[in-house]
């Protein structure tokens, strides 16, 4: 290339950088302002009827795992926020683990079908997602309630002789995130699967592999993008949920979306609801750095074999 073409493409693309540049700035400021703001105030000190003092103050991110005694002031161990970060956690693993056991089976089911079928398939799939979150979340309280669906059932059939609580726990949590945060999953496995080379699984059964081997060595190493993917979008929203966990686990099984928002309004302590939020950022920007390095890995272990 010579020197004149160099200059021609140098200045083309720094004209590209300057036409695009006012809606990278906005978007930057959109981005990153209000996160801006959520760490400033995590570091002051907290107003006496909420909003902060603007005085620097370390308490914010101390109170994410101590609590001071009202009496002399001295630290002890935050039992009730470690209680609720290892729910959030523990929910949103077990959210997880369940989609993609549902996912799964649903996505290859898709996938293998003929090419005809599978819009249909994908349409009832994202059909959810018409419908506003909290609309669902309430459905499934209405299948889990006293007088909901189950329980008529069982009463009718006379398998049991009183309503069985199935709300306002752990449990109930678990089944409407699980049924929200479906989708986010199904849909990344069946993009990885549709690209699937079936004739792999004549291959691995010619080499006499049981059907296990074959899921273990053959399916799941190919379409980890893709599990990896869904995990990710399952696992993140999870975290921070909010709607569901209240409407289904009530006021007793709060997660941390739910604590962060007390904090912010009758708890009225900003800095500990900013510190909570950015603590949050923290662990979703480790995950979605995990997402980046395995789907690395994947394709460097793919281009090898």
Do not use: C
């Not at 909003?51 to 001071?68: K, Q, S």
């Not at 002399?72 to 470690?82: C, I, Q």
């Not at 949590?173 to 999953?185: D, E, F, K, S, T």
Request: glycine share 10%; charged share 15%.
């Amino acid at each position: 290339m010579s020197a004149a073409e160099t200059r021609q493409a140098q200045r083309a693309t720094r004209n590209g950088w300057l036409l695009s540049a006012p809606a990278l700035i906005l978007l930057f400021a959109a981005a990153s302002g209000p996160l801006l703001i959520v760490l400033v105030y995590s570091f002051l000190e907290k107003g006496q009827y909420g909003n902060v003092v603007w005085n620097f103050d370390l308490n914010g991110w101390i109170g994410i795992l101590y609590t001071r005694d009202i009496f002399d002031e001295t630290l002890k161990l935050a039992d009730a926020h470690l209680t609720i970060f290892w729910r959030s956690v523990k929910l949103s693993l077990a959210t997880t683990v369940i989609t993609f056991a549902l996912g799964f089976p649903t996505a290859w089911f898709i996938a293998t079908r003929p090419p005809s079928e599978r819009a249909g398939w994908l349409f009832l799939i994202t059909i959810p997602f018409w419908t506003n979150l909290l609309i669902r979340t309430f459905a499934i309280g209405e299948i889990l309630r006293s007088e909901g669906i189950i329980n008529s059932v069982l009463l009718w059939l006379g398998v049991i002789e009183a309503p069985i609580q199935m709300l306002y726990n752990d449990g109930a949590v678990l089944v409407g995130m699980a049924y929200v945060y479906l989708p986010l999953m199904v849909l990344p496995l069946f993009s990885a699967i549709e690209r699937f080379d079936m004739r792999l699984l004549e291959a691995g059964y010619d080499l006499y592999a049981s059907r296990m081997q074959v899921l273990r060595h053959v399916i799941l190493p190919i379409v980890r993008p893709g599990i990896v993917a869904g995990s990710i979008l399952v696992f993140v929203p999870s975290l921070g949920a909010y709607v569901t966990p209240r409407v289904l686990g009530g006021g007793k099984n709060m997660m941390i979306g739910n604590f962060i928002e007390l904090q912010f309004g009758q708890g009225r302590n900003w800095p500990l609801g900013a510190a909570l939020s950015m603590t949050l950022l923290i662990v979703v920007t480790v995950a979605l750095l995990f997402y980046v390095r395995a789907i690395n890995r994947g394709g460097a272990g793919g281009g090898h074999g």
